[in-house]
């Protein structure tokens, strides 16, 4: 599975000199954690998030505490570069979803922006990747048959299931008859021994969003 088949599309952002408020109502509004950060050439120089819009815009209230209130050092930040990450971490539109994975694990980041060459085109979140595995099987086989049934119009049967994402493909035998998918979730496919159909019906499945592996029954 690829960045782009998971990833939020299109991309919101903010700029660099929008301010703070505009900014929390851009993430507030569309329901978003983090939004890359543009010039004005369109050019992504950082990312900021909630907790970077939250920090320092809400004052100590005086009634939450019997000592005194210090009084501030200066004012808030205004301006959505002052509050930042400047050092982006990105993902390919092209990377496989793993290595989104590996990124946020490694970085301790919920969501990555998203690039096709320097252009932003997406943000991937964990939101997203919970998305794609929230999936029902039902809808995930659906897709994997009419994936292969697309790709093979004519020929044998595989007879295919999913279960917890596991899609598993099984040659039907070669008696079935060759109209469609049926309740069971026959397909028209390759026939069984045929290694290239396989790896072909393999490459497939994969490529199902919420798919997480392929077995090959039979």
Known sequence: MLVREVMSSPVVTVG???SIRQAVRVLYEHDITAAPVLDDAGRL?????ELDLLRGEFPPDPRASARPVPGGEGPPPALVWQVM???V???SETADVTAAVD??????????PVLAGHRVVGMVSRRDLMRMLARPDD???AEVAAALREHYPHGPFWEVAVH???AELRP???SRPSAGAGPSGALLASGPGDVLAEHVADVLARTVPGVVRVRHLG
């Open 16 to 18: 660099r000199t929008t």
């Open 45 to 49: 120089v950082g990312v900021v998030s």
């Open 85 to 87: 990450t400047h050092a």
């Open 89 to 91: 971490v990105t993902v």
């Open 103 to 112: 990124l946020m694990v490694g970085k301790q980041v919920k969501s990555l």
């Open 139 to 141: 809808e995930l086989r």
């Open 164 to 166: 917890d994402g596991v």
């Open 172 to 174: 039907a035998p070669e």
